[in-house]
RNA sequence: CGGAUCUAAGACCAGAUCA
């Protein structure tokens, strides 16, 4: 028994989740019982390299024969949603339920937040406010994912309030949530708010990390600002922060939409020597770049050089 | 009976498609 937990947690650790789950059911088939530990990182693991049917399965075919516990419920409702399968998650939390199991504040956020990314945004809420008859409090992690919804949908103001409410309720917001309210006013083209948020966030104890900076450079850009977005990112570079491929990504794209080439050019070839690998992304802004720059030169050679 | 440890939740980039 010990030995087939040992070689499924191995496959586990070393991203093989097909074999993991080959061993996992020759040990099941002999009747020997894992323990949720392992069914749970089993199932994780399949889930994240996009194998969350054969995760579903493993789920629905193993019930009552291995222990199921709220991390197993848990991956399983985050795996459903994030497969496009709401009503799937609420499923799990039905089956859940019946086992005697309550939902705690991770599971809801989970749900929560699931609701949000698949357009559920009245259910999101309905969630949120349902919390305190269960005995949940929300956390910095509950507040940020509805706030995120909120402002996905245009919920501006009703996202506003919730900040302040987080707040005197004593749920002090982190770097995410900070950086979720800097995007919005980002999005919103108030660059002097989203910069208040940032002092806000300093005061509160955080620095600016990179995603601070790169919603602030990506904000900066969109208002044709891309001047003060390259004086951030050295501001950045000055701090210790390394800059990562979607910081590249982000002021590739502002100096293409401002026709300076050059400097898309020279951020690219910082951005290799730097050791960090162009993404499909980066290619499609320069490629967008230069096409409508008119130099197919350049666009043939950054599209030989992707594959 | 009481501890300890381990596995689940959130923010930032280009385009495409469908309605």
């Known amino acids: 028994g010990i030995l087939y937990e040992t070689i499924v947690d191995a496959h586990v650790r070393s991203q093989q989740s097909e074999q993991a789950l080959s061993f996992f059911n020759e040990m099941t088939a002999k009747c020997l019982v894992p323990t949720s530990n392992t069914l749970n990182n089993l199932l994780e693991s399949l889930v994240e390299s996009n194998n969350f049917e054969k995760a579903w399965w493993v789920f629905n075919e193993k019930k009552g024969f291995v222990v199921y516990d709220l991390y197993t419920f848990g991956i399983m409702i985050k795996g459903c949603c994030a497969n496009g399968h709401l009503n799937r998650a609420f499923e799990v939390l039905g089956v859940m339920e019946s086992l005697g199991l309550s939902p705690n504040v991770v599971i809801y956020t989970t749900l929560i937040d699931g609701c949000c990314k698949n357009g559920d945004i009245e259910r999101a809420k309905q969630l949120f406010n349902n919390m305190g008859q269960l005995g949940l409090t929300p956390n910095q992690f509950t507040y940020t994912v509805l706030l995120d919804g909120l402002f996905d949908c245009g919920l501006k103001e009703e996202g506003f309030e919730l900040f302040g409410k987080m707040k005197l309720d004593g749920v002090l917001p982190d770097a995410h949530t900070y950086s979720v309210m800097i995007n919005v006013h980002c999005n919103n083209g108030r660059l002097n708010e989203a910069f208040d948020v940032l002092d806000e966030m300093r005061e509160g104890g955080f620095s600016c990390n990179v995603v601070a900076y790169n919603t602030l450079i990506g904000g900066l850009c969109r208002r044709s600002r891309v001047m003060e977005a390259e004086k951030l990112f050295g501001q950045m570079k000055g701090t210790n922060l390394d800059p990562n491929l979607i910081t590249y990504n982000t002021l ?23 050791g960090l690998v162009p993404s499909i992304a980066t290619y499609n802004i320069l490629i967008v770049g230069f096409c409508r720059a008119g130099n197919p030169e350049r666009v043939s050679e950054f599209v030989g050089e992707m594959e």
């Open 252 to 274: 590739i794209n502002g100096f293409c939409h401002a026709n300076k080439l050059d400097k898309a050019l020279g951020l690219f070839n910082q951005l290799k020597s730097n």
